[in-house]
Structures are given as C-alpha cells and as structure tokens.
C-alpha cells in the first residue's frame, strides 16, 4: 500500500495544502477497501460514517489517514469539483491482474447517484482537464466502465502493435513506450 500511495504521488503530485474533504464523505462510502486492518464493500456505507463523519477520525485506520482522492492532489481540476459538490470521484486505481494494458494503472471518474455532472458540463471540464497525459482515464457510471483516454482508434493500435496511421504514430509510440512492460503479454 505504501508503493501505492508513493505512485499515486508520482502521477497525481502531492496533497494540496489548500484543498480539505470540508463536508464531503464521498469515498468512505463509494470505494472498495482492502487492507489488512481495514475492509469495506464499494457502494456500502463505511460502518464508522456517521451524519458528523468518520466517528473514529482520530482512531480511523491506516488507509483513511494516507489516502485522497485526485481532487485533493490535482490543481488542474476546479475547486468546485470536490466529490460531494461535483457529484464525481476521480481516484488513481490499481488492478493486479488487468485485462489490458489500460486497467493496470488508471484514473477513474465516477458519476456519483444523483449527479448532475453530465448536464451542468462538469463531467466534461474534468474529463477536458485529465485525458491530458500518458494515464489511461475511465469513467463509470454505475452501470458501465469506459475507456475515455486514449481514444478507441488509439487504444486498438497499442493493444494490437499494428503500425499508426502518420496523424496518430507519435501519441501510439508514446502510450506503446509507456505499457512497453506489458507489450507481448497480450
Ligand atoms: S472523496 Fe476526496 S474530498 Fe471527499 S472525503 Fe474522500 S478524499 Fe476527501
Ligand atoms: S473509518 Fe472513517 S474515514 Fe475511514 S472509511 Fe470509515 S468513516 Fe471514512
């Protein structure tokens, strides 16, 4: 978990001394949890969140205190995108045993119930402001997970190794550059 969160320092940048989770409670209800002192479902409420909050935040485990989503890390999404206000939750994920290259390390957005981010253009500003980089983004919905950056056409060409069209052969060479670990593992 420790190597974890130095990746997540690595790709997102450190916790931004100016953001704080103020009311918001987003991730101890929507995010898995598993660790060895600490797990939860995704989508369950943490046993220990109350109307107030965490009632253990000075007890609370290892993983709450080390934690932050990619709002409290990344200037470049608004002020206004804090997980409670926007209706999204964007973390950096790990998947240990990923179906292609783009699942290994990602960002992921999540639409929260009830979020009006779709409508009111904020799902777009924040998908504008991530799909900006050599991170693979995804966005879910509840129902589906997308893959949102690179774009279809791209991801094609780095999963199969077919040679890219001129427009698009330096942003292939780049992402095949970057996944070059996993090239040939299918
Ligand atoms: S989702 Fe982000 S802003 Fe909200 S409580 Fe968790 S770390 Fe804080
Ligand atoms: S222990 Fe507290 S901070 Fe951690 S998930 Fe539960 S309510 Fe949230």
Redesign the pocket.
């Known amino acids: 978990m420790a190597a974890e969160t130095d990746l997540e320092t690595t790709l997102l940048g450190p916790v931004l001394a100016d953001r704080a989770?103020g009311d918001?409670?987003?991730?101890c209800t929507v995010l898995t949890v598993d660790t060895p002192d600490f797990r939860k479902p995704a989508g369950t409420p943490c046993t220990w969140l109350t109307v107030q909050g965490c009632s253990i935040h000075a007890a609370r485990p290892h993983i709450c205190r080390t934690w932050?989503?990619a709002?409290?890390r990344m200037a470049d999404l608004p002020d206004d995108a804090?997980?409670?206000r926007s209706g999204l939750?964007v973390s950096l994920n790990f998947v240990r045993e990923p179906r292609n290259v783009f699942e290994a390390v990602s960002l992921n957005v999540r639409l929260l119930p009830g979020s009006e981010a779709i409508g009111n253009g904020m799902a777009k500003t924040v998908l504008d402001r991530l799909c900006n980089q050599l991170i693979p983004v995804w966005f879910s919905d509840g129902s589906r997970k997308m893959l949102m950056h690179p774009d279809k056409e791209v991801a094609a060409l780095v999963v199969s190794g077919d040679p890219a069209p001129a427009h698009l052969a330096d942003e292939v060479a780049a992402w095949r550059e970057r996944y070059e670990v996993f090239s040939g593992g299918g």
């Open positions: 989770c918001c409670t987003a991730c932050f989503c709002w409290r804090r997980p409670d939750l």
